[in-house]
């Protein structure tokens, strides 16, 4: 049984008998900013921001996933307490929270806003009883604060600029140490916690600062290319190292025993450094994460250890493992960075196809969560390895050979199964807004047209341009013999298609604006979903209701539609963040899935009878399973 956050209340985390397997995003990046994440102290967890949410990911198993969704706002930085009980997370509001790890409804323990703005970094003390802060405040830019009731334990004055990062150090007698866009670092002693004195050992933004595990030492870097270290106890520089990277250095960690350093740089090379007191740090290895060929989005934003083990996080989201004796990753968790617009299920491979707004496609394995990012020359133009350069709308299969898919760049693209290779592209006719296949016959949508492709969707032979209507999703029979295009003029719109031509066989109306269209898997009724919550089901040739008012629990439009392969159930999926099961075969039969998707449902496909799989604006992409009976 899998647990999610819902809408509902920041302290609700349900949990459905029905959701599967959960998988969430990866890290969310900005280019030219650090993105800090952090390990559990104790088990192979990695917990980072990614859009409203904090993903919680289980590096042996990258598919194990929990999502916390407590955050109304874009989050920043999240970070397990010492003892691992707790989590601190923090959003661009300024509003920090810390809700428990190790109790399954995950309740909140304090919410607060330390200063008025964006939190950039997090820290705990040894002993899991403060907090301390930083970011963009006015005129505060830090502040350290009991964990459970947000009370001042000390005074974070000395910068002029917002702070970028902070840490304590771990053992009494506690310290502070705090970096800044203003080019210094500040050392805080206490409790209660004063300034102590500032350092101007950089000459650009100190990007980050960590301390040793055994408090014996600080290290800052910057993106000056520098590493400083400073005294663990008085805070002042002790040696350093100038030029260690070719470009900004953005994160740095140290090693459990305090005996070496990561740092990640914009240079996309992750290094480690050997400590030796007195001396300053040494190279002894360099990993990159590609072989060849290396692109913006292979700058390496964060350095971490988890388990004893490497790990960083590249501009692109990817999130890389590495041995310690080898150059290059040994294994690279992949996934969606943004809200997830469209899935297409390859049920003979165990395959699902998914792609967002930001225009990444991947490939996921439906049986190990596991994703690989799909690629192309496009690809390559883009930070984040996007195949399109705008939202991508719609997946189609074509030929099972081909995956067809469009985006708001208003190109189509072809990418081969076998290799995830994208390989070449067609001009839509505007900007696209569906796209559906039947063995080799293909149905665009887009702007005022609905064209007819085949030979893989290269080659354009007909359909109708400039019509009277605007359509927004399309259907096809599995024989590819005729097609349902749902408009903008309340009316679904079938045709018959022959050689490339289209003649109109019914006009189905609704009661608002069609947005969503399935056919049976018998092909012999078609449904429909509209922008007034209703799903409706008509039979193909006399086009009378099958089912008409009666599936109308949804309380928002409703975004897709999907038949079950066995035809005997129909799954609806709505901005309402519900999805309804309704059974075909007993029309007053229906099984709700509440929350499903925070922000609503985007997508809907079946990977089997009894497996379904959505997305939706949360960036996730949920599995879930049903048994006979589980409809009534």
């Not at 970028?164 to 866009?181: D, H, N, V, W």
């Not at 690279?332 to 960075?337: L, N, P, S, T």
């Not at 519900?578 to 709700?592: G, H, T, V």
């Given at each position: 049984m899998a647990a999610f956050g819902s809408s509902v209340g920041a302290n609700s985390f349900l949990s459905s008998p029905f959701l599967e397997k959960s998988i969430g995003p990866n890290p969310q990046t900005t280019r030219g900013a650090t993105t800090h994440v952090y390990a559990h102290p104790r088990e192979p967890r990695i917990i980072y921001p990614s859009g409203n949410f904090i993903v919680v990911k289980n590096i042996e198993d990258p598919s194990d996933c929990f999502v916390y969704k407590g955050h109304s706002q874009p989050t920043t930085v999240a970070k397990f307490s010492p003892n691992g009980f707790w989590v601190a997370s923090a959003d661009v509001s300024g509003m920090v929270r810390v809700w428990a790890w190790d109790n399954p409804e995950h309740?909140?323990?304090l919410e607060t806003f330390p200063f008025a703005g964006e939190v950039k970094d997090l820290d705990w003390d040894g002993e899991s009883k403060k907090l301390l802060a930083v970011g963009e405040g006015n005129p505060l830019f830090a502040k350290v604060f009991t964990w459970d009731s947000g009370n001042s334990a000390g005074e974070l004055v000395g910068h002029t600029k917002r702070v970028?990062?902070?840490?304590?150090?771990?053992?009494?007698?506690?310290?502070?140490?705090?970096?800044?866009?203003?080019m210094r670092t500040v050392f805080y002693s206490g409790p209660p916690f004063k300034y102590t004195h500032s350092n101007p050992s950089h000459s650009n933004f100190v990007n980050c600062l960590r301390y040793a595990p055994s408090g014996d030492f600080c290290v800052s870097v910057s993106s000056d290319k520098k590493i400083q270290l400073y005294g663990g106890k008085t805070g002042e520089p002790t040696v350093d190292v100038p030029d260690a990277h070719a470009g900004s250095i953005y994160s740095v960690a140290v090693g459990p025993d305090s005996a070496q350093l990561l740092t990640a740089s914009a240079d996309k090379s992750l290094k480690r450094w050997e400590v030796v007191e007195g001396a300053a740090p040494t190279c002894t290895h360099t990993?990159?994460?590609?072989?060849?060929?290396a692109q913006v989005g292979d700058m390496q934003m964060c350095a971490?250890?988890?388990?004893?083990?490497?790990?960083?996080?590249?501009?692109?989201?990817?999130?890389?493992?590495?041995s310690c004796d080898s150059a290059l990753p040994v294994r690279?968790?992949?996934?969606?960075?943004a809200a997830i617009t469209s899935v297409k299920v390859n049920r003979e491979a165990g395959l699902l196809y998914t792609g967002s707004t930001d225009g990444v496609i991947c490939c996921t394995d439906a049986n190990t969560g596991l994703s690989t990012r799909l690629s192309g020359p496009s690809s390559l133009k883009s930070v984040c390895g996007g195949v399109h350069s705008g939202k991508v709308v719609g997946l189609a299969i074509c030929n099972n050979a081909q995956l067809l898919s469009i985006g708001w760049d208003d190109k189509m693209r072809s990418a081969d199964l076998a290799s995830n290779e994208v390989h070449t592209e067609v001009a839509c006719a505007g900007q696209p807004a569906a796209i559906a296949c039947a063995g080799d016959?293909?149905?665009v949508a887009s702007g005022n047209d609905v064209g007819i492709f085949v030979n893989g969707g290269l080659e354009r032979i007909g359909g109708l341009s400039n019509l009277p209507y605007q359509p927004t999703c399309v259907a096809l029979v599995s024989d590819g013999s005729e097609v349902a295009v749902g408009g903008d003029d309340n009316k679904t719109h079938v045709y018959s298609v022959a050689d490339g031509a289209l003649t109109e066989v019914t006009a189905i109306e609704t009661r608002s604006c069609v947005t969503a269209v399935a056919y049976h898997t018998n092909n012999n009724v078609l449904a429909i979903g509209d922008k007034g919550r209703q799903v409706e089901v008509y039979e193909r040739g006399s086009w009378n209701a099958v089912v008409r008012g009666k599936w109308v629990f949804h309380t928002s439009q409703v975004t897709s539609l999907a038949w079950s392969p066995d035809g005997n159930f129909l799954a609806s999926g709505s901005v309402d963040a519900?999805?309804?099961?309704?059974?075909?075969?007993?029309?007053?039969?229906?099984?709700?899935l509440p929350f499903a998707h925070t922000g609503g449902v985007l997508g809907l496909d079946w990977i089997s009878d009894d497996r379904l799989v959505s997305v939706g604006n949360d960036n996730c992409f949920n599995f879930w399973k049903f048994k006979p009976g589980d409809v009534k």
């Open positions: 309740l909140t323990k970028l990062s902070g840490a304590f150090k771990p053992q009494r007698p506690f310290r502070i140490m705090t970096c800044s866009e203003d990993f990159v994460p590609v072989e060849a060929n971490l250890y988890c388990s004893g083990q490497i790990f960083s996080l590249s501009l692109n989201g990817n999130i890389n493992h590495f690279v968790i992949q996934g969606h960075q016959v293909t149905v519900n999805i309804f099961l309704w059974d075909f075969n007993n029309p007053a039969a229906k099984l709700q």
